[in-house]
């Protein structure tokens, strides 16, 4: 079996666990394995038909009142549950937040090494190859793991929903333990950025600002741009986060986040080797700079040589005209 | 308190990377080594504690004698005491692998410290496990992604990035704690701070000293393939009117990328 967890968010499957769980359909079905999807926490069995719908023909349910709130070791505790009664081949988390902070902890309670932000799963020889990028993109590195089951995170954005006939599957109930010691590393409080805007990591458009941008004020540019798309987020580079005319997480590059958008238009941006490693995965690049030699323009599949603070407010009235026919 | 601070040598963000195709490995020569950034949080967040609270903070890194260098750096900006773990087997990816090590040499070497701050993920081999594998070998909370940390008696509440938000963690200490950009702006040394770092001495612990057999110190990560990606084909480029500019590009995006 490769089964992938399935994290919710205000009462949903994250569409970045259903490109986990996908995934795991699609290379189960080559390695002739069952898929299936673990739903974790207070109460999430509900939440079971949405996995069918991806898929999945069976999902695990493992519900507990310590499981209310987020905890790692918490929820490690009901994942190693999980891998130790069923054992899967494969088990696959979404490279979230939560993933990122739950797929170690799991993997290290069952002695087994780990792949992380995967962007490529191949069936080979009854295993798995593991693709993901290392130096932030500056190369790929293809895995197999030598221990079991195989973990692994997948980036967001990557994989494809599959949309199977609904068919119901089976839910399994399965009982873990959830230690005390999950009780001293509780989330306590979750805050919303009030603007409710997506996730650069999680957005099918990105619109990105740099120095160009002269200040904070000109991200307003950005933002009209951005709320043209159904799924937009802006981002920035290090220079526009340090100059503090943005919150740093919104921040692509080396040492920001790397993101792999449909489309990534970036305005005032140079093109510094630590922001194209963020961004250059994204599968089309726009440029607009007012200087044809910048760097940026060497991997834009579209590039404007122009005045941001003239081109941007033409575009978002264009996309908004094409985007409402 | 005392605080524990992990760091790792990695390759500076500038660097280009080239491959060695016959051993599947990143070309080191020509590279320059820098203290991983997360990392540099990390030991920040530890001397401001030192400072606030009092505190005494000691780094280890596990590596090659190279990485004695990472270390001094973490002296000359204030550390106590720095460690070099010595493992010379060259990158192998597997975060269990430095995650066992570390733990190890936490109950061995290093016990009863409070805090045990890492980066949230190493610069290069980009994996973010090591951490919470520490974490869940040792049986500690964790709160990873932390960009704020407010540390009281025996407890400590981290704040940690999520998708459009962040959420508050409440941990009791020991705990393990992992820095983002955002949590602190990183001091630069001294001079007198690297004239001091250098009359120290960085104590060498051997794996061996550690207890840790070939069982656990193989790496159970196999390298399959290894490659810089395609370049991206050099773009149409526009220019002129704005406005024409602007409709000739949505045009494009709309018929010919197909994106819109
Ligand atoms: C350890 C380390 C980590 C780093 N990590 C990151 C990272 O994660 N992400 C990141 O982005 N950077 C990172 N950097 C910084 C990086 O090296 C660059 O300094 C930074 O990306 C430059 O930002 P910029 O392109 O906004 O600014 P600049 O390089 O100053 O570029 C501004 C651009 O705007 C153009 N411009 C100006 N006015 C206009 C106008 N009116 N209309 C159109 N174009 C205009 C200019 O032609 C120029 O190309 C890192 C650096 C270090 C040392
Ligand atoms: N070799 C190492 N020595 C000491 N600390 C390490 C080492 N490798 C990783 N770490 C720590 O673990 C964090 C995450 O690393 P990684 O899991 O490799 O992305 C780093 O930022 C360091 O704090």
């Known amino acids: 079996m490769i089964a992938a967890y399935l994290e919710t968010r205000d009462g949903k499957i994250k569409k970045s666990s259903l490109e986990a769980l996908s995934e795991a359909v699609r290379r189960a079905g080559e390695l002739g394995v069952a898929a299936a999807g673990v739903l974790a ?12 719908a991806a898929g999945a023909a069976r ?91 195989l973990v692994a995170t997948l980036r967001p954005n990557i994989f494809p929903v599959a949309e199977a006939a609904a068919a119901p599957g089976e839910v399994v109930r399965l009982a873990a333990a959830v230690p005390d010691a999950a009780a001293e590393g509780r989330v306590v409080e979750v805050v919303k950025e009030e603007s409710g805007e997506i996730d650069v ?18 991200f307003a540019l950005l933002r009209d741009l951005a709320a043209v798309f159904p799924r937009a987020a802006v981002g920035a580079s290090r220079s526009a986060v340090d100059s503090n005319w943005i919150g740093h997480q919104h921040q692509v590059g080396q040492t920001g986040k790397t993101v792999s958008p449909d489309l990534y238009i970036a305005a005032g941006i140079s093109g510094a080797i630590q922001h194209l490693a963020g961004m250059s995965a994204s599968k089309v690049i726009v440029a607009v700079n007012k200087d044809p030699d910048a760097p940026i323009f060497k ?25 409402s026919d | 308190m005392n605080i524990l601070v992990f760091v790792k040598r990695v390759p500076d963000t500038e660097s280009r990377i080239r491959i060695q195709h016959e051993t599947r490995t990143v ?10 950034p997360y990392d540099e949080y990390a030991v920040e967040e530890a001397l401001r504690l030192k400072e606030s609270k009092g505190a005494a903070v000691r780094v280890v890194s596990v590596g090659r004698d190279e990485a004695a260098a990472v270390l001094r750096k973490c002296l000359a900006m204030g550390a106590d005491e720095a460690f070099l773990i010595k493992d010379d087997v060259p990158e192998t990816y597997d975060g269990l692998r430095t995650a066992r090590i570390i733990a190890r040499a936490v109950e061995r070497r290093f016990a009863g410290a409070d805090l045990l701050l890492f980066g ?37 509440t981290a704040c940690r990035e999520i998708e459009g938000g962040f959420e508050k963690v409440a941990l009791t200490l020991p ?28 104590p060498v612990v051997k794996l061996e000293d550690l207890g840790l057999g070939p069982d656990d110190l193989r790496s159970r990560v196999r390298v399959a393939g290894l490659d810089v990606p395609a370049a991206r084909k050099a773009g149409r480029v526009l220019q002129g009117d704005p406005a024409e500019t602007a409709r000739e590009l949505v045009r494009l995006l709309r018929d010919e990328a197909k994106v819109i």
Do not use: H, W
Not at chain 1, 43 to 52: I, K, T
Not at chain 1, 301 to 322: A, C, I, M, Q, S
Not at chain 2, 27 to 36: C, M, R, T
């Open chain 1, 59 to 149: 999902v695990y349910v493992i519900e507990d009142p310590g499981l209310a709130a987020y905890s790692s070791a918490g929820y490690a505790a009901a994942l190693a549950a999980f891998a130790g009664k069923e054992k899967p081949l494969g088990l696959f988390f979404a490279a979230t937040a939560m993933g990122k902070d739950l797929a170690p902890r799991v993997a290290a309670r069952l002695g087994a090494a780990m792949a992380s932000d995967c962007v490529k799963v191949e069936a080979k020889d009854g295993t798995l190859v593991f693709t993901r990028p290392i130096y932030a993109g500056k190369a790929f590195l293809s895995v197999t793991l030598d221990s079991s089951p």
């Open chain 1, 299 to 323: 991997v834009a599949d579209y590039g404007v040589v122009g005045d941001l603070f003239e081109v941007l407010p033409k575009l978002t009235e264009e996309l908004r005209k094409t985007l």
């Open chain 2, 120 to 156: 949230k993920q190493s610069v290069g081999a980009d994996n973010g496990q090591v951490p919470a594998m520490v974490a869940e070998l040792l049986g500690l909370p964790q709160a990873t992604v932390v960009t704020k940390l407010d540390v009281g008696e025996g407890a400590a």
């Open chain 2, 175 to 202: 705990a393990v704690v992992t820095a983002q950009k955002g949590l602190n702006e990183p001091r630069y040394e001294t001079l007198k701070g690297i004239m001091a770092a250098k009359k120290k001495e960085i």
């Open chain 1, 201 to 218: 990591t999680e957005a099918d458009v990105v619109v990105s600002g740099g120095r160009g941008l002269k200040g904070p004020e000109a």
């Open chain 2, 27 to 36: 070309a080191e020569d020509g590279l320059n080594f820098v203290l991983s």
């Open chain 1, 41 to 52: 926490g207070g109460a999430v069995a509900d939440q079971a038909p949405g996995a069918f």
